[in-house]
Structure formats: C-alpha cells, structure tokens
C-alpha cells in the first residue's frame, strides 16, 4: 500500500519562494509518472505539474508560466515542486499523486498561504 505525504508548504508573501516535497512510503514508485495538483478554497482540485520516471518529459498547467518546477529522485522516492515568484491566487492545498492520479493514494495534503 502505497502512502504519499506531503511537506513544505507555509506562508510567505507575494513574490515569494516554496519548495514542496512528497515522499512515497512503501512499493517504489519510480517507474510510475507523477504529479502535483492544488485545491483553492471553494474550488475544484486542479493539475498543477507532472513528470515522467526518467524527467524525459514534463508537462506544467497553464497558470504556471515558468514559475514552479517539478523534479523527482527516484532513489529517494520523492517529488519536489519548486515553487518561485508566488502570487495569491496559488493559494491552496497541495497535494502529489501518481499521473493520472490514482483515487487511493490521495494524501492529506501542504498548506500554501500566499499574502500581500
């Protein structure tokens, strides 16, 4: 059984930077592409970024505009997202989980709070 957790989040201010980790506890998941997604209050999870085993191929939701980059240390088992030039709108809880994610590994989630 397959357990994701999620850290890094916080608050910081506009402009501002964060890097996200998501470790995964139990069978390795370095052959399986992966992805980060975020839920806004009152709002539809939505995708954020995605990347193969092999960082051969990566793949950013439109809102990102070179702003966050994903990366992945298939040794340690974990997923970064890192995060630059924030705004308020990225606001959110954010979660990791395989891609397309799987119903089953959807963890508790990072809380990022993006202020003026």
């Known amino acids: 059984q397959v357990q994701l957790v999620e850290s890094g989040g916080g608050s910081v201010q506009t402009g501002g930077s964060l890097t996200l980790s998501c470790v995964a506890f139990?069978?390795?998941?370095?052959?399986?592409?992966m992805g980060w997604f975020r839920q806004a209050p009152g709002k539809d999870r939505e995708f954020v970024a995605r990347?193969?085993?092999?960082?051969?191929?990566?793949y950013y939701g439109d809102f990102v505009k070179g702003r966050f980059t994903i990366s992945r240390d298939n040794v340690k088992n974990t997923l970064y997202l890192q995060m630059n030039s924030l705004k308020s709108e990225d606001t959110g809880v954010y979660y990791c989980?395989?891609?397309?994610?799987?119903?089953?590994?959807w963890g508790q989630g990072t809380q990022v709070t993006v202020s003026s």
């Open positions: 139990g069978p390795n998941l370095g052959y399986r592409p």
């Open positions: 990347i193969l085993w092999n960082d051969d191929s990566i």
């Open positions: 989980n395989t891609y397309p994610p799987a119903k089953e590994y």
